[in-house]
């Protein structure tokens, strides 16, 4: 069985990485809590991406694939922002993620897989988006450099979501007009579940997929393409 170490997973898009790859890999949830992780069957170890080195922790000597989860959504106007404000979404989305692979990289098993991720306002340009935007632009950035540093041992992927009904995202969805709204910006007239994003981090995991590296994949409901208003 496969060693597969997340950052993050007793929530959310973590929590549902966690609970598909449980069924046939030995799964580590390094992660502050251990919310709703009793019910599957994983390794928790408790860790905290901002201020604890993971390699101080009980790892395998062998990581056939990596998944960091943690980050942020600070949506606000740009003369609402500190330096400040930059600096600790760059510290919990880019920095504590440089941390972890510069821990972990001598561990990666030949054929390994890397998932980062994103946010398809990178691409798209967003209002309100500027600090967030710039963190997750440096792991796009990031991860394609890294995917050319180790091709052919190790491949490294982000994905780019669009908005995703997750705790994180409670506040933009914190009732039912606020919802109908995001659901109707999609061509496909809804926001993402966990689910779907766990869908597609699996497969990037799945070593029967291994001819995919360095790339930026926007599971958005047709948002950083389509326009559904023409």
Known sequence: ???????????????????QLSTSNNV????????????????????????????????????????FCPGSINLKPLK?????????????NFFSLVKVV???IGSMSEGASLVFFSTVAVDSGMAYHTSISAAKGAIEGFAKALAAEYAPKIRVNVIAPSLVDTPLASRLLSNDKKKEQMNDRHPL???GN?????????????????????????????????????
């Open 80 to 92: 609402m922002l500190d330096i400040k404000d930059f600096q600790e979404d760059m510290d919990i």
């Open 189 to 191: 007239k809804r926001i």
């Open 194 to 230: 966990a689910k779907d994003i766990a869908n597609m981090a699996t497969f990037l995991l799945n070593s029967e997929n291994s001819w995919i590296t360095g790339q930026v994949i926007r599971v958005d409901g047709g948002m950083s393409t389509l326009n559904s208003n023409s």
């Open 1 to 19: 069985m496969k060693n597969i170490l997340l950052i993050g997973g007793s929530h959310g898009i973590g929590y549902e990485i966690a609970k």
């Open 28 to 67: 580590f949830v390094a992660s502050r809590t251990a919310e709703k992780l009793s019910d599957i069957n994983v390794n928790h170890i408790p860790f905290d991406a901002l201020t604890e080195d993971i390699s101080e922790k009980n790892l395998p000597n062998e990581i056939h694939g990596l998944v």
């Open 102 to 104: 510069k821990s972990v």
